[in-house]
């Protein structure tokens, strides 16, 4: 099959580090993305991984384990407006079917 | 450049209807994929389309299709409407198979 899984919601305070994981399906996969979508808005592409390791882009850096099946986003020095669900993605089928995770919902405490 | 564009970008159909959802690509985006959003369900991959063909399908019954024309601008179509098909429908473009899709603001359906 070809599913995602990731924690339902999170809680941070600002400032501080948060990292949400996510577990997946090995048949077909090709990568994992990553998507930020904000109340009302449209999904917003934040990374992708098709090979182990970390990728970094500013505060953000998402990383994978092919043999675990396994990735997680890292969001470091957590601003309010990081206040926002977030869902991995894992392309599929030749990578041109993308699978989304059913979201983390990321709250942020003063 | 202009972004991928969805309209009409909210919808109120009667039970039994049918409704058609357009989506315009970013220039040059060959690739349109549709998703079904739902508080409970999160994003639900419709189909794919890639130059006028289907490419991958969902696990959607068949009252849920679509098409894609030769300028990319592609259509879905939802025929025999139920309640449970109220949602928020997104469309998201790319050049073929690169990492980053970009969404449109989707279509808010909403069944009565």
């Known amino acids: 099959g070809q599913s995602l899984e990731q924690p339902s919601e999170v809680t941070a305070v600002e400032g501080a580090i948060v990292q949400i994981n996510c577990t997946y399906q090995t048949s077909g996969f090709y990568g994992l993305s990553w998507y930020q979508q904000h109340d009302g808005g449209a999904p917003t592409f934040l990374s992708y991984n098709a090979l182990d390791g970390l990728e970094e882009t500013g505060r953000f850096s998402s990383f994978l384990s092919r043999s675990d099946s396994y990735g997680y986003l890292l969001l470091q020095e957590l601003q309010m407006k990081d206040s926002a669900s977030y869902f991995c993605?894992?392309?599929?089928?030749?990578?041109?079917?993308?699978?989304f995770g059913s979201g983390t919902r990321l709250s942020i405490r003063p | 450049k202009a972004g991928v564009t969805q309209t009409p970008r909210y919808l109120i159909k009667t039970r039994g209807q049918q409704v058609t959802l357009s989506c315009s690509p970013i220039?040059?985006?060959?690739?349109v994929s549709w998703y079904q959003q739902t508080p409970g369900q999160g994003l639900q991959f419709l189909f794919e389309?890639?130059?006028?063909?289907?490419?991958n399908k969902g696990n959607f019954p068949g009252r849920f299709s679509g098409r894609q024309f030769s300028n990319s601008r592609s259509e879905m179509n939802v025929s025999t409407l139920e309640l449970g098909d109220s949602a928020l429908y997104l469309c998201?473009?790319?050049?073929?198979?690169?990492?980053?899709?970009?969404f449109g603001q989707g279509t808010r359906l909403t069944v009565v």
């Open positions: 220039s040059g985006h060959r690739s």
């Open positions: 998201a473009s790319s050049f073929d198979r690169e990492a980053e899709a970009f």
């Open positions: 389309y890639f130059s006028e063909t289907q490419r």
């Open positions: 993605a894992g392309r599929y089928s030749s990578a041109s079917k993308i699978i």
